[in-house]
């Protein structure tokens, strides 16, 4: 191979290299967001559960977007140049806006990030839908769930979360 050749060769594997590290949330939700409501890049959940999570957020939210998001723990390897912050809060709201990038959409939309050794969780409804589902109504059912999740009943937990959630804000969806 000549040298420019291999200085070519280099340089490619730079700039792919440079073009991962941009990628938003390190490139598992580009993966998975166009077919998925449910993120488990730890493997908490077999697939059958998260097949059955997501259609029980789809028979919940017809007309919404609702997604689930269980890391392990807030950590560095969820954060990237998209997201630098460890806060919780400021996570989902950015996730928010990546997963939902259309205003209206994330309006309507619902979505939990849990990262459980932390034991921390964060609910976020768009406008729309808190005027359905108030922040103490979510609070409440949301905490009815943490026995599950300290005793690794994640799935229980879970469905649990999603039905509880529907059943509050009523069965017809948002138009």
Known sequence: MTYRGLLAL???QLSIR???KEE???GYFAEH???HQVFDPEGYLTRSQKKELEQNLSDNFKESSAYIVILKRMSQEYFDSYSKTFDIIVYADELAQY???VRNVREKS???VYALENRIYRIRTGSELR???PDDKVKDIADDILGFLKKAKYFEGLSDLIENLGKAKGKTDLE
């Open 10 to 12: 280099i340089l490619l």
């Open 18 to 20: 440079a073009y991962k």
């Open 24 to 26: 938003p949330f390190n």
């Open 33 to 35: 967001s166009k077919s």
């Open 99 to 101: 997963l939902m990038p």
């Open 110 to 112: 619902l979505l939990a």
């Open 131 to 133: 005027q359905r589902l």
